[in-house]
């Protein structure tokens, strides 16, 4: 079985601009769980959807967005991108509680 | 809110020998899973042992076992002869288990070299 998929696996982009992140999930996956990286935050839940709803989500403004389609692919959304948002953004997928398998992440560098 | 502490930032072993990763975690919930997850330079997250908080037995993964002290609130992950792969950060992570919720709080991680 295929493991869970993001692209494009590295980005660069411009402060102001705006940027989309997909994530493939495991097939029969229904949960997709988005996590920021960065060197000095360390690991930070973004939010989770199931089934297209979001049902979770992380301590970050309202820039940050994503969405589930329903063939449970998610994106996420940056807009008017800051430096800050600088980081490895990693997708989870996962079937059932307690489990969650990590894509390779996407790396994104804002200059 | 949880929190996750990994207080070691780096730790050194040389191969074949030993290790044991110290995390600690504050949390009001009485059931819950904890996680240990392992991240190579392709920064791949992998996941290396879980153990759920209502079973009392330890969990083992080959050369890896935890040692869970759910009165203490620590949970320390083993490492036995360890492998030049091992070279990784390893995170400590909590899972509350509720209805609906998939959400991991990690610690900081600790950067683990394996000697030659």
């Known amino acids: 079985k295929a493991g869970v998929t993001q692209t494009p696996r590295y980005l660069i982009k411009t402060r102001g601009q705006q940027v989309t992140l997909s994530c493939s999930p495991i097939?029969?996956?229904?949960?997709v769980s988005w996590y920021q990286q960065t060197p000095g935050q360390g690991l930070q839940f973004l939010f989770e959807?199931?089934?297209?709803?979001?049902?979770n989500k992380g301590n970050f403004p309202g820039r940050f967005s994503g969405r589930q389609f329903s063939n449970s692919r998610s994106e996420m959304n940056v807009s008017t991108l800051e430096l800050g948002d600088s980081a490895l953004y990693l997708c989870?997928?996962?079937?059932?509680?307690?489990?969650?398998?990590f894509g390779p992440g996407t790396r994104l560098t804002v200059t | 809110a949880q929190t996750v502490t990994q207080s070691q930032p780096e730790m050194s072993v040389q191969e074949a020998e030993t290790v044991t990763l110290s995390c600690t975690y504050d949390t009001s919930e009485s059931n819950y899973y904890l996680f240990w997850y392992k991240q190579p330079p392709s920064r791949q997250m992998i996941l290396v042992i879980r153990?759920?908080?209502?079973?009392?037995q330890n969990a083992t993964e080959n050369r890896f076992s935890v040692n869970f002290q759910k009165a203490a609130k620590s949970f320390s992950l083993k490492i036995s002869d360890s492998q030049l792969g091992d070279t990784a950060m390893y995170f400590c992570a909590f899972m509350k288990i509720t209805g609906a919720n998939s959400k991991l709080t990690f610690g900081k991680g600790i950067t683990l070299s394996v000697r030659p």
């Open positions: 959807y199931f089934s297209e709803t979001q049902r």
């Open positions: 097939s029969g996956h229904r949960s």
């Open positions: 989870a997928s996962s079937l059932v509680i307690g489990e969650q398998y």
């Open positions: 153990q759920e908080a209502y079973k009392q």
